[in-house]
Each structure stands twice: as structure tokens, then as C-alpha cells.
């Protein structure tokens, strides 16, 4: 069964790597169903049973998002408050869609992996930082996986740079 890929980014026309993430993902239709979440509803007026029915169709599911302000794009935090509802999600024996999915995140990070630790500017790691989306999709009996991230994207935007990540990413959806 495919991968569900929800791409999250609020100006993928100008955005390096997830844009180009995007592009190569749907290279691969057999494989990858790539949901871009902005382009489907610019104006943030989420069809929720159209969403709930994507996920329903998908055994795994990753969304994908540059990291900023140590947090996802708002637009995820509204899919995830409009979409995950009780008794679709969570809340009844009937409930529990997303019961045994696999999901995960794939994120691109401004900068150097070594900066998200207790002794480094910014104090804590990126597994501590990404906890509640561990625990919310536990919540709804999900199987949240390991997440996939890209650091450095700041000081190295470069083609090369960008396409370095391209094989890690394609075999971290791979082994999900």
C-alpha cells in the first residue's frame, strides 16, 4: 500500500528542500500519494471528512514540514484540531481510525543538528521538542515512528546540498 505524504508548508513556491522533496515524491505515484496541504485549501478551510477519508485509505502516513519556531506550521496544528476528532479518531470502540497506522514526521531544520541538545543554544533535542505529536498520535493508537529530519538548511541551501538529502529521505519512507 502506498505512503501518504501530507506536505505542510506555507510557501512551497520559495521553500528549498521541501519543494524539491515534493517534486521527487511524486515522481514515484505507485508508491507515494503526496497531499499538499496548502494547494488543496488555500484558504485554510479544511475538508475534514475528505482528510479523514485520506488517511483511512493509507497504512502510513508521514507529514512533512520545515521545523520553525521550534513547532510545525499552524496549518498543522489545525489539521490535527479539525481532523482528529472524537469518534473518528479517538473516543469510541468505533473510533480509533488511525489505530495501528504508521506515522511519522519528516522535517527540515534551519540549523545543525549538534545545536538541539541540553549544552547548546537551544537547550533541548529535537525528539524532546517534537514529544506532543509522539504523544498525540499515541493518543489515537497510531504506531508514531522515528522521525526523519534534514538539518542545516540555513547555511546550506545549496542544489547540493539539498539533493545529499533525497536518498536518506527516500529510504527512511521506505523502511517505515
Not at 80 to 92: F, H
Amino acid at each position: 500500500m502506498k505512503t501518504l505524504i501530507i506536505v505542510i508548508h506555507p510557501d512551497i513556491e520559495n521553500s528549498a528542500i521541501n519543494r524539491k522533496w515534493a517534486e521527487t515524491l511524486s515522481r514515484f505515484p505507485n508508491k507515494y500519494t503526496v497531499h499538499q496541504l496548502h494547494a488543496a485549501y488555500p484558504d485554510e478551510k479544511l475538508d475534514v471528512a475528505a482528510e479523514q477519508k485520506l488517511i483511512e485509505g493509507h497504512e502510513k502516513v508521514v507529514f512533512q514540514f520545515p521545523f520553525y519556531w521550534f513547532n510545525c506550521p499552524a496549518f498543522f496544528k489545525k489539521w490535527l484540531d479539525e481532523v482528529m476528532t472524537y469518534g473518528w479518531a479517538y473516543g469510541r470502540q468505533s473510533g480509533y481510525k488511525m489505530a495501528g497506522k504508521k506515522v511519522a514526521l519528516a522535517m527540515s531544520l534551519g540549523v545543525d543538528e549538534h545545536e538541539y541538545n541540553s549544552s547548546a543554544q537551544y537547550k533541548y533535542t529535537v525528539e524532546e521538542l517534537t514529544r506532543p505529536f509522539e504523544l498525540s498520535f499515541q493518543y489515537v493508537k497510531a504506531d508514531y515512528r522515528p522521525f526523519f529530519a534534514y538539518y542545516g538548511i540555513e547555511a546550506n541551501s545549496s542544489d547540493e546540498w539539498i539533493e545529499r538529502s533525497l536518498p536518506g529521505y527516500l529510504h527512511f519512507l521506505d523502511a517505515l
